[in-house]
């Protein structure tokens, strides 16, 4: 009978043996849950990754649509903003055209209203008085007196004489207290002279003398009574009237002229 004799160093050996085997497989087990912790962990990372990413996307798409629509709204904003900008622009110019028109119709007016103006002003100088520098003497007179006496003074010059006595009655008559009155007088006397109506033409110088005694024409007028007084023979009271033009208006033409005819009474 064959006993078989093993040492204690293959009990050992053996039991060694076994318990890396044991160990490795318990290591093997032990990796492999570890493993499918791991994978487990990482699916639920990545869930949880692709979660956060399509949360964060989804924020971005609110917010970029959100963007989008405030953008556009904006975009609305500041082309209504622009319009208005352009009306106001359109009704400036149309103001301005206005004011200009405005500036320009007023500038007519005040241009018609000074010709109106101009126009009433001459058609009132036709009736209102001017001044009128005659015979040393200095009035006021309306347009149709001094249109009358230049009238009847123009027929004196033709040597009408008797159309303008006419005349000058009438002037009187019409112009008792008219600033042409005393040149009237002397005139009409002159006519009359010239007509050989003595005692009336003595009347109006007369009137003249009398009326207006420091008038350029009184010196002539007391001459020329003087000369009616000699054509109607009435020498002494010719001397008297001749004496007075050298006592009143001395220094004279008429004076000269009387002083002459007083020196042939002699």
């Known amino acids: 009978m064959n ?38 962990a990482i699916l639920e990372l990545r869930q949880k990754v ?105 027929i004196f010059r033709k040597g009408e004489f008797s159309a303008v006595q006419v005349a000058f009655v009438d002037f009187l008559s019409r112009y008792a207290n008219s600033g042409y009155r005393p040149s009237a007088l002397f005139w009409l006397g002159n006519a009359q002279y010239a007509t050989k109506d003595y005692k009336e033409a003595m009347a109006n110088f007369r009137s003249l003398v009398a009326s207006a005694p420091d008038h350029q024409r009184a010196p002539e007028a007391v001459l020329a009574i003087a000369n009616c007084q000699l054509e109607l023979k009435d020498t002494k009271g010719a001397r008297k009237t001749l004496e007075e033009l050298l006592v009143n208006f001395p220094n004279t033409d008429a004076a000269a002229a009387g002083k002459e005819r007083l020196a042939r009474f002699k």
């Not at 290591?27 to 791991?38: K, R, Y």
């Not at 352009?86 to 007519?108: F, N, P, T």
């Not at 009132?124 to 009128?132: A, D, G, N, Q, T």
């Open 50 to 154: 692709d979660a956060g990413k399509l949360d964060a996307d989804q924020k971005f798409a609110e917010q970029l649509k959100r963007s989008t629509e405030e953008s556009t709204q904006l975009r609305r904003s500041l082309l209504d903003l622009q319009n208005e900008i352009e009306a106001l622009r359109s009704e400036l110019a149309r103001m301005k055209g206005q004011d200009e028109q405005v500036v320009k119709d007023l500038a007519d007016v005040q241009k018609r209203q000074r010709d109106m103006a101009q126009i009433m002003d001459e058609r009132l100088r036709k009736f209102e008085p001017s001044k009128v520098i005659l015979d040393g003497r200095e009035f006021l007179a309306e347009p149709a007196e001094r249109r009358d006496y230049e009238a009847a003074l123009g």
């Open 3 to 40: 006993i078989s004799y093993r040492s204690p160093l293959s009990h050992y050996l053996r039991a060694a043996v076994i318990a890396a085997v044991w160990t490795a497989f318990s290591t093997a087990q032990a990796g492999l849950f570890d493993d499918d912790e791991a994978r487990k």
